[in-house]
């Protein structure tokens, strides 16, 4: 994180950075959660496939 030249954070950059780890977390999350809907889509399709086949 950047200091200023008296070794205080500057609360605009920390507020700044604060924002951009959050949206970074979000897009991670966002990502799983498509992953997990991707993946149960297809463990969905491939059960309802098996029962079809039986």
Do not use: D, F, L, N
């Given at each position: 994180m950047p200091?200023?030249?008296n070794g205080?954070?500057?609360i605009a950059a920390?507020?700044?950075?604060?924002?951009?780890?959050l949206c970074r977390y979000a897009t991670r999350v966002f990502d799983i959660t498509f992953m997990i809907v991707?993946?149960?889509h297809y463990f969905m399709a491939l059960l309802s496939s098996v029962?079809?086949?039986r």
């Open positions: 200091k200023t030249s205080i954070y500057p920390s507020r700044r950075s604060q924002q951009e780890a991707s993946c149960m029962v079809a086949g």
